[in-house]
C-alpha cells in the first residue's frame, strides 16, 4: 500500500437476515442492491463504479459475519499479493483467523485478521 492507493479496498455489514437487512438499506438509501450467492454467503451490494477507484461494500450473511455493536468489516488493501501482508500479522502480535482464502479469479482472495487491540480486520488484494 502506498499514498496512491486507496487505503480501503471494500466493506463488508454482517447481517443474519439478508432479504431483512437489504429492503432497510434500500429503503434508508433509495437504492437498488444487487444480489449474489459465493462461497457460502448470500451477498447485496451498494452501487458503485469498480472503475471508477472508489471503495464499494455490500451486506453479506454467512459463516464469518455475525451482526455485533463491533462493526463492520472493512477490507484493508493487501496488494499486491496479500501473503506479503498477512506473512506479517503474527510477528507483528495479531492472529489470523481465516488465511488467505480464493474469492474469484475476477476479484481475486481474501484474509480475516485480529490487531495486537482485538479488533477484527480483513484484508483483500487481487493475487
Do not use: C
Not at 455489514?13 to 433509495?30: G, H, P, T
Not at 451477498?43 to 463492520?72: L, Q, R, T
Amino acid at each position: 500500500m502506498n499514498a496512491s492507493e486507496n487505503a480501503l479496498n471494500w466493506f463488508e455489514i454482517s447481517v443474519s437476515d439478508i432479504a431483512r437487512a437489504k429492503k432497510f438499506y434500500e429503503e434508508i438509501f433509495s437504492i437498488e442492491m444487487q444480489e449474489q450467492e459465493s462461497m457460502g454467503m448470500k451477498m447485496a451490494f451498494f452501487p458503485a463504479d469498480a472503475m471508477a477507484g472508489k471503495a464499494g461494500g455490500g451486506i453479506v450473511e454467512g459463516p464469518y459475519h455475525k451482526p455485533s455493536a463491533d462493526g463492520a468489516k472493512i477490507y484493508l488493501n493487501g496488494n499486491p499479493d496479500l501473503d506479503i501482508v498477512l506473512g506479517k500479522v503474527e510477528a507483528a502480535g495479531g492472529q489470523v483467523t481465516m488465511p488467505k482464502t480464493k474469492i474469484s479469479d475476477e476479484i481475486g482472495y481474501m484474509a480475516f485478521f485480529i490487531d495486537t487491540e482485538g479488533n477484527g480486520g480483513a484484508l483483500h488484494s487481487n493475487k
